[in-house]
């Protein structure tokens, strides 16, 4: 049976998670899946297109074309092109806030600081340089080091009185001052605070921000009180998309659209 | 996924001129080396090279050897060992590979040209204008084979050059003969000495002239030939090798130009490079700027190699110039009008900054130029990290995805 409907498919693999998104012609997030990228990117993209479609209820042959970013983007064999995973979140962001901002991207692996002008355009971008330092990868070893769950990280730090500063730049360096603190005997809703924090800072020394702050990426979507403590620090206007873990992938697939 | 987009490089007809010129000096070099016919100096890459000649001494360049020690990728395996006696992996990564080479006994010479070992030195001569590495890393070799080190102190971070810094720098060159003599086993023959200045100024008028090749719309060569091509005009200097291979590049370039021939097919970009070549990535990046149809078009690790100052009438004072004019030592007044002078004639639409983890001297991003430039001139920036030769500070997926998405910027204006 053939599939009438148009469908325009954004594959975003990044280096921890892979984001499937499906828009109609319209524009709609019709369906999309997130997987973990695992080590056979092509193979996850073409699962999470898989699951995207059922939750879109619609068949292959709906999409009619696929741009595909992030890490592995040249990994997808059904895309038609691809796009880097800054110029889709730029895409994605926009699409759902058309004005000038500062986007700020967190990711499994890198963080990036995009500027926009009124039209979308890019004025400017910066990644992070080398190290995992404010990424969520650095919070993944934290959350090891301290044997909590990652996903009890966001409901412990709101639990905080009073937050334990960490000053290093390096994630091994952290783990120590992490130590220290414990030994000194803080509680651990404090440090997990001062983790939050940390990973704030680094992202926020990248570069100049101009208001509003959009801030995209699985980190943020996991972990809401990151983008309470981005607010209060600049006293900025911080807004989220509908998914900010499928920025990047939304922003895909309206590339594919303009094919 | 569409057919990839193959790259396409064009190969220089003077390629095989540029080898024998390259091969001819480390022959000579290895021959008198193991012969002891000729002296031998090693001069850092801007030091009196034409004093040298003057004296007689064939020259040896360790920086040359860095940079092939990076090419040829041995140089990551080969830095630990430098790091282990003590040289910080955050200090230049040449010397730290160049000095690995020599206490692991490998290097790139072999493979090249079947040369064993660098040349055995009779004096090492540094000027530090490059940088205070130079220094050090001559000083180590000093040591271990015991030879005579002299050397000259620039003078660093100048804005408006004055006649005491030239005569000083004039000077400290002067009061280097009585050792150069003494090294060398001869006088100082002034005539020597001078026509080796005419030689250097003509292969820099040539060489300035080749870059300059690059301001035509579609330009007829990129950096990354520029790199390769800068070879001569590094080891060859003061001598009439150099000048006759500048004059068939320059033909060659000249032609493109008129025959319309771009080195990046369908060029749609032009960028300043700053910041030294990330040598074991060379290949890597130039074909992904030729998958972009970006050409880089100027740069100032090659705009910046040229000493025309020169003049044999007045030797020393005309090589106290070139030193003290040179980029790597001015302020950062001069180099921000240096490049607003190559974006008038290179006509960039983007800069990108190679911040260099191992040389602090080269890496031109550090106090805020690249924010001031880009606004000034309204071309937009990239600042990516790296090295010049110690791959272990270089994340290649990042600097690839970074190179991509500001040509996407770029088509986006
Ligand atoms: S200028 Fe840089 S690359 Fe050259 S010798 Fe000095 S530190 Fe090394």
Redesign the pocket.
Known sequence: MTDNRVLYAGVDIGASRTKVALLDLKKNLTGFSIKKSGTDFSRTAEECLIEALIMANASRDAVTRTVSTGYGRTNVTFSNDTRTEIGCHAKGAFHYFSRAMTIIDIGGQDNKVIKLDSEGRRINFKMNRKCAAGTGAFLEEMSARLDIPIEEMDGLAKQSTEMVELGSFCTVFSATEVLEKIRQGKKVPDIVKGLFFSVIKRVLEMDLITPPIVMTGGVVEHNSYLVEMIRSKTGVEALLPEHPQLTGAVGAALFAMEL | MSEEKKPARKKFECQGLYNKVMANHFYELDEASKTGSKKIAWCTSVGPAELLRGMGFLVYFP?NHGAMLGATRMATELIPYANAIGYSPDI?S??TSDIGSFMQKKTPLTTAYKIESVPKPDILVFNTN??R??QDWFAWYSRELKVPMVGIHTHRDIGEIRNFQVNDIAKQTESLIPALEKAAGQKFDIDRFKEAIELSRQASVLWRACLETASAIPSPWTFFDATIHMGPAVVARGTKEAVDYYEVLLKELNERVAGKVAAIDNERHRIYWDG?PIWGKLSTLSNQFAELNTCIVASTYCNSWIFDQLDPKDPFESMGRAYTELFIVRDEAFKEKYMQNCFEKYKFDGMIFHDAK??P??SNNRYGLPERISKGLGVPQLTINGD?NDLRCYSEEQAKTNIEAFIEQLDER
Do not use: H, I, S
Request: proline share 0%; hydrophobic share 30%.
């Open positions: 920086e230049c040449y010397l490059q940088c590495d130079v030294m191992t040389c001297n080269n010049l």
